[in-house]
């Protein structure tokens, strides 16, 4: 499914996800708006059906582009099975979960749409159309849940704008079918907005903040995973040692050594930052057992020194158990 690594392609999946969600709140406040003859006597009703099924539209179109961007993305691991099943995708897994299932139900709504009136009776439908709640709480949920942008004021402001409108809306609805004072029928919806955005912003700046890896950073410690080939022949060979460390700061290392049967001819290394690419170059200090040290200058010319160490491999030269740090 990757096909790509073009930022062109992230940045799809993200104004794609942000556009729909934006049209999804729009339908829905709509659908809410629609509900009673007086609810919108200024507006003809055939023009708000129209409007509704409209960004209806739109926000499936929108849905699928974001998808689809996030499918050929090389940088996100998700392959088919992780872009239909809720739960087991990689990444944040029930907050991409329920995106997955606000997609899915928007589909079977669309369905039932088109079976309106051959299918179902308009009673039938009506109960099904209630499902846009769930969609609109699950795709709420997956915006503030997941993706690089989560907490970045521009997208808090619109969540904030269609939680407490939404919000508003329902309890404007509950609180008009029991005919309360004109007092009570106005502070609620602005309470119920109120707290939904207090609520919001709770969790944006709180356990739902987008802490993101650090970028080329020069101080780190990770797992180290990889394998390790040797190549001797009667006076001098090859060890070369290939690994991924993952962690907060996620490495491709490659150790190369030149040895002779007493002594080192040679080294190289080399450490590739992901996933913006940076390299750092230089060579081997020490070797040691099951241990390297070595050191790389990156493009600005500043310096990095690095040490791996790990559990003797087996016989397959693989490395199962290590670590790797460094610091500049």
């Not at 508003?168 to 502070?187: C, D, F, K, S, T």
Request: net charge positive; with cysteine.
């Amino acid at each position: 499914m990757h096909l790509t690594s073009n930022p062109i392609d992230w940045y799809a999946a993200r104004a794609g996800g942000v556009a729909a969600y934006i049209l999804l709140s729009m339908n829905v406040a709509i659908g809410l708006l629609m509900t009673g003859k007086k609810s919108m006597k200024h507006w003809p009703r055939f023009a708000l059906e129209d409007v509704h099924r409209f960004t209806g539209m739109l926000t499936g179109t929108f849905v699928v582009l974001h998808i689809v961007s996030v499918a050929i993305d090389a940088y996100l691991p998700f392959s088919l099975v992780s872009l239909i099943v809720p739960l087991v995708a990689p990444y944040r897994p029930v907050w991409t979960g329920l995106g997955i299932v606000a997609a899915e139900l928007l589909l079977a709504l669309a369905v039932s749409n088109h079976y309106r009136n051959t299918e179902f009776s308009y009673r039938t439908w009506r109960r099904i159309h209630y499902a846009n709640f769930a969609v609109w709480t699950s795709a709420t949920f997956h915006a503030i849940g997941t993706g690089t942008d989560r907490s970045t004021p521009w997208l808090v402001a619109i969540e904030a704008v269609a939680i407490s409108s939404i919000c508003g809306l329902i309890v404007w609805r509950v609180l008009r079918r029991g005919e309360p004072e004109a007092w009570l029928l106005r502070a609620g919806p602005i309470v119920a907005g109120a707290l939904s955005i207090a609520i919001l912003i709770g969790l944006a700046t709180g356990p739902l903040r987008f802490r993101p890896k650090p970028w080329n950073e020069a101080t780190f410690q990770d797992s180290l995973s990889g394998k390790i080939l040797n190549d001797m022949g009667v006076t001098r060979g090859i060890v070369s040692m290939a690994g991924t460390g993952d962690g907060s700061q996620n490495v491709l290392v490659r150790a190369d050594l030149l040895v002779t049967p007493t002594s080192l001819s040679s080294t190289s290394f080399q450490m590739e930052y992901l996933p913006s690419g940076a390299m750092c170059t230089g060579t081997v200090t020490k070797v040691r057992g099951a241990a390297f040290q070595a050191t790389c200058t990156m493009g600005d010319g500043s310096t990095r020194y690095v040490s791996a160490s790990w559990v003797p491999p087996g016989p397959d030269g693989a490395i199962a158990d290590g670590v790797i740090s460094s610091h500049a």
